[in-house]
């Protein structure tokens, strides 16, 4: 059976991707809350032009076969 331990990981991610971190029981700081505008910002980018790429955000290069790029948000 899976514990609330395993997916307390996967609901703070869900929490930081929403914009919905005032809702998670644990403490947060403020780069908690500008990683979540970030994310947002790609994800709303995404959804509605098909690129996460938007003014003032750096750049989100695709991965493909032989250029496997892992983009870390901070």
Request: aromatic content about 12%; some cysteine; glycine content about 8%.
């Amino acid at each position: 059976s899976m514990l609330w331990t395993d997916v307390s990981p996967a609901i703070s991610a869900a929490l930081t991707l929403f914009g919905t971190l005032g809702r998670c029981w644990r403490p947060m700081e403020q780069h908690d809350y500008d990683l979540s505008a970030k994310m947002v910002e790609y994800w709303t980018n995404f959804a509605k032009n098909g690129n996460p790429d938007g003014e003032g955000l750096p750049q989100w290069k695709p991965c493909a076969k032989g250029n496997e790029f892992i983009m870390e948000l901070k």
